[in-house]
């Protein structure tokens, strides 16, 4: 299955020392040239910034439906944009996103969109991690992560953890 995903998933992970779950749950993950850009910008010192330019199993790939991308970009910032042509040139299996308005377009166009707590929730149930609250937590206080109580509470009860 190819999996396209646009900034924020990799952000998030990276920051909490967590990126290796994306390689583990999907083998390979595409990002367009945007989403490399947007990561690896002069002065970035974030660790994503160093580990996706040496990370094997992440692979950058151009989208190159200039007038989709354009037509998106109405409404999206350049890596969202980018993630969704590409993944709809790719005919992907899941685009991996958090954005609101990206993941309803996404969806609308009929990808298959996880973010970051369908990633913790995954990696879970494939035994990949022991909890997922203390990294849920981890998103709140290192990266700021806005989640609300009631989904928080909510992804923890479908994971057998409580709040």
């Not at 390979?28 to 490399?36: H, N, T």
């Not at 899941?94 to 609308?108: K, N, P, Q, S, T």
Request: aromatic share 6%.
């Amino acid at each position: 299955m190819i999996v396209v995903s646009n900034t924020s998933p990799i952000f998030y992970l990276s920051t909490i020392g967590q990126l290796d779950l994306l390689g583990q749950l999907y083998n390979e993950i595409v990002i367009p040239k945007a989403v490399f850009n947007e990561i690896t910008h002069v002065g970035n010192t974030d660790a994503s910034a160093k580990a996706v330019p040496t990370t094997a199993w992440i692979k950058i790939q151009t989208a190159t439906d200039q007038e989709f991308i354009s037509t998106l970009r109405t409404e999206l910032d350049a890596g969202e944009a980018e993630a969704i042509a590409l993944a709809v040139e790719l005919n992907a299996g899941r685009v991996l996103m958090d954005e609101r308005l990206g993941r309803a377009i996404a969806m609308r166009l009929g990808l298959e969109v996880t973010g970051v707590l369908g990633i913790l929730t995954a990696a879970k149930r494939n035994d990949l991690i022991s909890e997922v609250k203390p990294l849920l937590d981890a998103l709140v206080e290192q990266v700021g992560f806005w989640i609300d109580r009631q989904l928080y509470t909510e992804v923890l009860q479908v994971v057998g953890e409580s709040a």
